[in-house]
Structures are given as C-alpha cells and as structure tokens.
C-alpha cells in the first residue's frame, strides 16, 4: 500500500478523477445519500490517499484546515472502497 498527501492544487487530473469516483460510488450510490458533494473546501484542503500495490484508490479522506467547516482542524470525505471493507 502507498499513502499519499496532497493539496488540491498538485493533485493530478487522474487522481481528482478517482477520488471523486469513490466519494459517489460509496456516498451516493451505495450509502444512497444524493447531496452535493463538491462543496468547496476540496481547494483549500488536503486530500490523504491510500493506494494499493496496483495503484488504485481505496481509501480517502480530506483534512480542512481550521476555520473552513470548524474553528479547529477537522477531517471529513473518510471513504474505503467497498473492495476492501
């Protein structure tokens, strides 16, 4: 397995692209939760990876820095994929 931290601004199209997939795969479909889930604190926020060997997302989340959602540090978007669970 392979973690990666990242800012929004150096992630990758790719790596945008399969972070938002598993948020809608699990929270929209599976958790059947349709809300907006593009809210914007992505840009301002860190994005913690979780690859496997064979390079594919399985797990998510994103860290917002204090005063975006909370007066403190908080973290949010926490996601697995259903392959791994």
Request: net charge negative.
């Amino acid at each position: 397995m392979e973690l990666e931290i990242r800012t929004f601004q150096s992630l990758a199209p790719d790596e945008l692209y399969a972070i938002l997939k598993l948020r809608q795969e699990v929270f929209i479909v599976e958790q059947n939760c349709p809300y907006l889930d593009c809210d914007d604190k992505d840009q301002k926020s860190h994005h913690v990876m979780l690859y496997d060997s064979h390079k594919i997302l399985i797990a998510y989340a994103r860290v917002l820095p204090p005063g975006l959602s909370y007066d403190e540090v908080s973290i949010g978007r926490v996601v697995s994929s259903p392959t791994v669970r």
